[in-house]
Every structure is written in C-alpha cells, then in structure tokens.
C-alpha cells in the first residue's frame, strides 16, 4: 500500500513483475485512474514467456471481470505457444482451471502427443502427492490418448487413474472424427460418469503451414499401376498434412517446371507488431 502512497503524493512507481498485480488491484479497488492505466500499461511491457505462469496465478487470485479475462487469455496463449519449454515448476505454479484450458488447446506447442503426455504424468504426481485426486483425474483427461505412440500407449494402460476402457474408446475415435454418430457412440460405450472420452482430433502441429506436396506422374507412361501409385502415396501425405492443421497443395512435377520460389514448408508471414498481443482498454471498465 505504500507504493499506492507515493503515487498518489509524489508520482512515483516503479513497476516490476513482483507489484504489477496487486498494484493493479488496489488501483481498482480504489479507483486511481491514472494507477490503474499505468498498471496496465506496464504489465503489457512485462507479460512475456517468462512471467506468464505468474501473471496468470496472480490475476486468479486477485482480479476478475473483463480486465482479468483479457491477462489470462493473452498469459494462456504465450504458455500454449511456448509449452515445450517450460520447467514443470512453472507448470504446476498454473491453477488448474488455466492449465486445464491450455492443455486441451489444439494449438498447443508441441512435436507429439507423447510429449503431453510426460507434462501431464509429472503434474499429476504433483497433485497425487497433494491429496488432490479430482483435479488430477481432470489433468489425465486432456491428454489425447488415440493420438500416442504404441510405447506411451503402453505406459498409460499403467496409470491406476486412467480407466483401460477409456483408452480403448480414445483408440477407437482417432481418426475417426468424420462420423458424426461414433463419437457419442463411443462415449456411451467407454465413458464413466468421471471420465469424459475425448477429444478425438488430434493437435495441429501443422498449424498456419503451408506444404507442397510434390508427385512424379508422367502423362505418357504406359504403366497405369505406377501412376495410381504415386499419385495415392502424394495423396495420403496431402491428408496426413491437413490432419494435422495445415494447407496441402498437390503438384505434379511434369505439370509445370519447378521454381526454387515455391519451396516446401512456407510458413505463413509473421503477425504484424500492430497485431501484437496486450489489454485492450477499450473493452475494460475502470
């Protein structure tokens, strides 16, 4: 409180990753416009990859309307974008209802299933250590069983939490999302009253990539069976890529010559800084 004092009497704040919360609290509850603005303004220079799981733990516990909406969306989406790379400290310093949120993210960074998988085990020892069991049950949910290798199949069939039923349901629906009425099906089959079944689409690793996926068809070759081959084998990785979230385009390399410009893998360009995330004050009430 004697950083609101000396504001309010003399303008001075310093604003560091320690403060930026709570002050923005008390600027709130006491309605010090000119605080609560520069608050605001220095947690948009402060959120970053580093201070996100803090920020994100603080705003629940301190703040709530639109303003805390607005933190904890862009702090879930700079930890959902860099998931990989956090330390697990930082990850079980999350509340569990955000880091429900990120873990069933499709969007969440990361190569393999299997690696959410490792995540989540070292969570959940965390909270079974804590008596916590629900929360841990709830954890174990967001992970995308279908989706795992045979090893980490293996190693989940296991986990006493994890039902066996529903693993055989999530095996069951991956890759299966084009029929309306097996999801449900399935649910009703291997789910439990504590276990939801599901989601059965995998990641997007692909997300926001564009790929070229080059075939050799010579149109005067005599030889039917090759053509069907490759142009089936070119076809199958065309799905496999828009499976996972990005854009396919099929090009048959006697069709045009080939330009070094259109290389494989193009990434879409980078969102523009005016695009940048940060509080948008025009949708908080001070």
């Known amino acids: 409180f004697g950083e609101v004092l000396d504001f309010v009497y003399n303008e ?3 604003i560091s990753e320690d403060n930026a919360i709570p002050l ?34 603080e705003t629940a516990c ?25 330390a697990i400290e930082d990850l079980r310093r999350i509340p569990t209802a955000d880091l429900l949120t990120i873990l069933k993210r499709d969007d969440l960074s990361v190569i393999h299933e299997n690696g959410v998988f490792d995540r989540v085990c070292e969570i ?60 449900n099906l399935v649910a009703q089959r291997f789910g439990t009253d504590d276990w939801v079944v599901g989601p059965s689409r995998p990641r997007k690793p692909f997300k926001d990539l564009v ?26 990785v065309a799905e496999e890529i828009e499976f ?19 290389a494989v893998g193009v990434n879409t360009p980078a969102r523009e800084p005016s695009e940048a995330m940060g509080v948008n004050m025009e949708e908080v009430d001070a």
């Open 124 to 183: 959940a020892d965390g909270l079974s250590e804590e008596g916590r069991t629900s929360e841990m049950a709830q954890i174990w949910q967001t992970v995308r069983f279908g989706a795992l290798s045979g090893g980490y199949l293996a190693r989940a069939s296991q986990v006493d939490a994890i039902p066996k039923l529903a693993l055989i349901g999530a095996k069951i629906l991956h890759r299966k999302c084009g029929s309306g009425a097996l999801p």
């Open 62 to 86: 301190l703040l709530g309307g639109t303003l805390a909406e607005q933190i904890q969306r862009i702090a879930q989406d700079m930890i959902a974008e860099h998931f990989d790379a956090y």
């Open 244 to 262: 996972l979230g990005g854009r396919a385009i099929l090009e048959n390399i006697f069709a045009r010559p080939w330009a070094p410009s259109e």
């Open 211 to 236: 790929c070229a996926v080059m075939y050799s068809v010579d149109t005067d070759a005599r030889n039917d069976h090759d053509v069907e081959r490759n142009i089936a084998a070119a076809t199958l």
């Open 12 to 14: 001075e704040l310093r």
């Open 24 to 57: 923005l609290c008390c600027a709130d509850a006491l309605q010090i416009r000119s605080l609560f603005f520069r608050c605001v303004d220095g947690i948009n220079a402060l959120i970053s990859v580093v201070t996100a799981p803090r920020f994100l733990a």
